[in-house]
């Protein structure tokens, strides 16, 4: 089994860095105002707040073209990207910064902790693969400072674990009906990097783990509409959704939030020898 999911992402890695194209996804709104923009293999999620375009992650160096593309397949244009939020720095996440940055001039967002963390060693893993574009980050988040841009708020955790500054982001849009739908990203679950391996490579706080577990029990309780994973595969979006590429009312599900962090809390509980 573990052989199987490492062949499937060593060739999800080839394509991504050789053969992009092989990864196109269609884009898909997951909830009003917000879209899926990334490939088969990484997300990234377009945001019409209603004032200026905002863009959560960007996917490789390599493939940033089709995030583009999708974005204008969507009837938007990428110049209007006011802001650039990042899950967290690593390549697969941020390698279309710069090209994102160079069109639209948007603002880019990052956790002080990752921007600290992203020119040490461990942050250079995924570069033989991808093209490692260094980039400047413009703001930090602040926990304590929601987002307010047009009719979107988000506000952002700090959720340490997969990488020291992973943030995480809850996205308040307005409803179609009435009301609101908050829809829920944690920025990075994958236990490749909370391995005591791994850990010890790079000189890392082997407590990183044991906060990744504690903070996904604490973010259960934060209401959850709509659940978005920053790799589709972590949380089985491409299985959730619908035929109809505007239609994200079958991803609205609350239990699926608790449900999702539960998995990947067990994921990392795996690791504790
Ligand atoms: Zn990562």
Redesign the pocket.
């Known amino acids: 089994m573990a052989d199987a999911i490492s062949k499937n992402a060593t060739q999800l890695w080839d394509y991504a860095a050789n053969s992009p194209w092989r990864l196109t996804q269609k884009p898909f709104r997951v909830a009003p105002r917000v879209y899926y923009v990334g490939n088969t293999w990484v997300g990234a999620y377009l945001i019409d707040t209603g004032d200026g375009l905002a863009i959560i992650d960007t996917t490789v160096f390599e493939g940033v073209y089709l995030v583009l593309e999708a974005v204008r397949d969507l009837g938007y244009d990428p110049h209007d990207i006011k802001n650039i939020l990042l ?4 390549v ?2 941020s390698g279309g910064v710069n090209q994102i940055k160079a069109i639209s001039g948007a603002t880019v967002w990052q956790s002080k902790e990752d921007t600290e963390f992203m020119n040490q060693p461990a942050n250079q893993e ?1 570069g033989n693969l991808f093209k490692n574009v260094p980039y400047l980050v413009d703001a930090y988040f602040d926990d304590n400072k929601t987002l307010n841009w047009g009719e979107v708020s988000i506000r952002t955790v700090l959720t340490p674990g ?2 020291p500054g ?1 943030t995480s982001f809850f996205i308040t849009v307005p409803d179609e009906k009435d009301g609101t739908l908050v829809v829920g990203l944690h920025g ?1 679950v ?1 236990p ?2 909370m391995t005591d391996e791994y850990f010890e490579k790079f000189g890392l706080d082997k407590g990183l783990r044991q906060r990744f577990i504690d903070d996904c029990e604490r973010l259960k309780a934060i209401h959850v509409d709509i659940s978005i994973p ?2 589709p595969a972590h949380g089985d979006l491409m299985s959730r959704i619908s035929q109809n590429p505007m239609d994200y009312t079958p991803l609205v599900d609350a239990q699926e939030w608790p449900r999702f962090l539960d998995i990947r809390k067990n994921f990392a509980a795996q690791l504790v020898k």
Not at 87 to 90: A, V
């Open positions: 899950t967290h720095c690593h697969d996440h995924l997969h990488t992973t990075g994958g490749n990097t920053s790799h």
